[in-house]
């Protein structure tokens, strides 16, 4: 981005297994100073599709998004369903890295030197600089006044870019236009621009703001900007890099090569039947039925559905924004309901939600967002909390930490907990640019700490998302041991310890390093195929369903990988993150819950994050470290 | 302050010969948690005054204060110069330690909730928590609304207090009266209520927002609220508990006990016949004439003077801010100078700031205000400096990182630089508790955060002092290795690299780790002390000096240390702080300058930071790990 080029590269010998997150992170961790300010020219946006994203095996349509996370301070793997992905898998591109930064011409600060200075010894730095001269031409006619033609200057060379692809190359081009409008209308033009079935990743406004929570959004199945790779703020990393939107249009793409068609056949159909059969998600299973929002009932009668700002793990009212609820309303109301998420998807748990009268698609509102939105704010209400969901997709922020940054807010006295009318006009904050708007848009963790509040849910500086770890330890421990911070999809304890899948284990129970650790490797490893999480039901219950990745993943590469390779896999993506992490000042310390969640207990079942730190420590304990040298096909992929 | 209650207890035999800074961190490290939240009710803040405070030992009049810091997140050791400090001394009181926090009637996160109950559930709350009955009564006549009678409850409960001490006792009092308004006023009225020759410590408006930013104040000679502990945001630790004064009346006390009058006296003439011989510290000498504010023209000839955030080391401007054209305004205006901040000290580098009509008294504008409110934020005008150092002072908040916070926010678009108007009206956002008063009350990295700034020049959260370490090598070492965050007083470099005291050293040489680890040690042992810290240019140079000091804290303490023990004392001091550090999760990592200050080279010198990070890990690196057990009489003093 600083000399505005795009570039291709074939992909290097040691990268050809590679995919998604295995491939995200292996290329932050080499490419990215540890310790470089997430904001500052150093840090890079890496995209990847997964392995098998682009084929047709079911549900692969995922993308992974890595870079130097400025909410965290450590590496960052966020994930998105998208047919964006589908796309670049199709044109055979295994990544796009973002990379250098536009350079302001005049360094903000330089500002009171140069004024003082003549228009000359501007123009003499634009030259320098081999700025177009009829610009700086047009920049001198239209501004008398020294100081303007500075602020002008830097404007245009500050201005947004937008990163075409198609089969044919890559250009960068002009994006000011779009820059400070809402993503859903941004997503409407561009659309209209480039056509109806480009793949779209943007960054929104708050992007633009540079703020800790704003996420990479994807295009869905009817091309809104509604499905987010949403957290650790990757969002400001493309945008500080002066990149607003990647658009991306596969005609004539050549498709994914497929080196064994007869193991990526076998698989896929072994895949396909586990996925159909499992009671999870399966054709009018839960998933499928209700989609994500099926949890709401389930969490609450577990006492684990974190109520205003994690106070209580149960309301009553929870139930009014259920998934079976919200069902109901969709077929009445004339939304869609199952939907997926992208071409391709068998368990389709997607959906659109609109108002009452059937007007204003929002797309889907997942679990984490109706609670982050909802309960955790004192909110019981669907429409409002539909509202605040598209406000989110609108000004690119992640859900589930804008929800917990309101809940933080309504605790510091911003607005009473349930009051769903503050909360839109909070959001409203961010859009304006207000400066409570820029304390928002920073995040649970910074708003707490601008309100005084010491209740801050958050690890490593990201909020937690929809399970109470004092009620269910297992996805504490993830919360706390994963690279990514406080993140329920890097290591689903919840599927044990409440659906009984991959085995059972008693919520309460704090021996939960294992199961954490197995998890979390089981996931990194997913998450490298292009696969969506929620296989892992269907895979961790039926052997033949992970037999069927893993004959997909030796389909596309051509390698003799077997079941027993996943974990290791695993492993290796986690360690190569930790290893990042370590080497930008974390420790074992950063690997624990907030204070609070120790010291009080939480109604009904008045039980406190009692898990030892010695378990936490076993997790990625020394004991636990990866072989040296991995061998021949254990590489990440 | 849970129960509030005064407690005395008598020194424990491990800490008898312990204080200052010796005594703080002590305490701090084996009774504060390092994981805890810094405004939790885990954490605490300990005043101690040095050995030997409250004699007439010169210059010796320093209170230190200790905590775990919410700017920093590791310990914090804070000092001042101050009468208050003298009281406590001769009161025989060695330390106070707050802890506990008043205890919420109700959590916020319960409104809702509550507010569903009856009245008579919120009366069975408050009869739970044994409150007074009356005010509940007076609570349900004046509130018909419930919501507003918990919230008076809440109020009442979180009502500041002041702990009075005398030679008869201490007891805590309702000082709710002066919650809100500013330290001059309520410094003022004080005085007024417990008498003209009271010492005072107090927190501001600040500390009451719970800012990052906030120091605990101290009366200065003429009982005005100036002297400051102020780094590190303890104000806001104190204001957490629920204290917002400490007011001692020293009438009648028996003195500080000297265990060998004979070596007492000796020391102190030995001490007092070197301040006097010094150049820097002597009667006339630079400090003497002129304040800490000599330094400008010095530091700005040497091109380390930083300029508008840190982007150049040299402004010809700067000599307008300089001690010495500062002090010619202040004989033509009437104000006084030299002026000592307590009785006793013989340096006497204070004085007494007036407007050009001799009004509005500000006490002493020191080098790192003048600089931090000037020069780094373009502002070249005493006058402007002056009221800004004023507000500063008024809301409770540290001028060094006021200053940096100010400029990041110009940089971050909030004012020109030079805007002092506008400077001066981003404090009032302070005062009147806006959005953008609590972005910048929280210091200069959260504010940088908050405006998407990237070149924000702080270590451990906390602001840069007024040397450019890429100018001058050696305090950055000191910046980057300090267990308190970038600070100038832990290891004072520019001694030796720019004034020639304590030998010489070329600024631009970068091996600084022994430099800088000796001054650290140094520095820590005479914080222990009581003294002064510019004592030491003269013991650097005079060897009987450092021998004064010795003889009289053996005077005070009936003990036979050496000066060969001054540095092992401040090693320990020092490893204790670390080890608190290390366990709220430092590492090396956190030893680094902020990355733009290796990349951006600083006019006029086009100098980066360029001291390896390895040069920087020698200062605390594990051949420098203290020794186990330390022997009698080794411990911190």
Redesign the interface.
Known sequence: MDKLEVNYEDVPEDYQTLGGRGLTSTIVASEVP????P????NKIVLAPGIVTGTDAPSSGRISVGGKSPLTGGIKEANAGTSFSQMLGRLQIKAIVIQGQRKRVI???????LVRESVDEVKKVVKKEKLDAERVLRAERANKNRKSLVKWLENRIEGYYLLKITKDGAELLDASEWSEKGLYEAYDELHEEFGEKVGICGVGIAAE????NTGLCFNDLEGRSSRYAGRGGLG?VMA?RGLKFIVVNDEGAPGVEIKDEEAFESGKKKLTDALQEHDVTKPGGALNSYGTDVLINIINEAHGLPQ??F??GYDERSSKVSGEAKAEEIKKRGGTRPHPCHPGCIIQCSEIWVKPDGSDPVGVLEYESVWALGPNC?IYDLDTIGELNRACDDLGIDTIEAGNTIAVAM???LA???DGEKALELLEEIRKG???G??LV?GAE?TG????V???PTVKGQALPAYEPRAIKGIGVTYATSPMGADHTSGYAIATEIMGVGGEADPLDTEKADLSRNLQYATAALDATGYCLFTAFAILDIPEGLEGIVETLNGVLGTDLTVDDVPTVGQQIIEIEREFNK?????K??D?L???MK?EELPPTNETFNVPDEELDKVHGPEEAPEEAPEEGLRPF
Request: with cysteine; proline share 9%.
């Open positions: 540890p310790d470089c300010h904001l500052g020219p150093n360094p903000a600060h330089d500002y009171d030197a703001m540079l703020g800790a400001a500080s205003r700002n106070s209580s004192g605790e510091g006295g009473e907990f349930g207000t400066p409570t820029r304390i920073n910074f700490k601008a309100l005084g010491a209740r801050i080497a930008a000042g974390f420790t310390e950063d624990r907030p204070e609070f010291m």
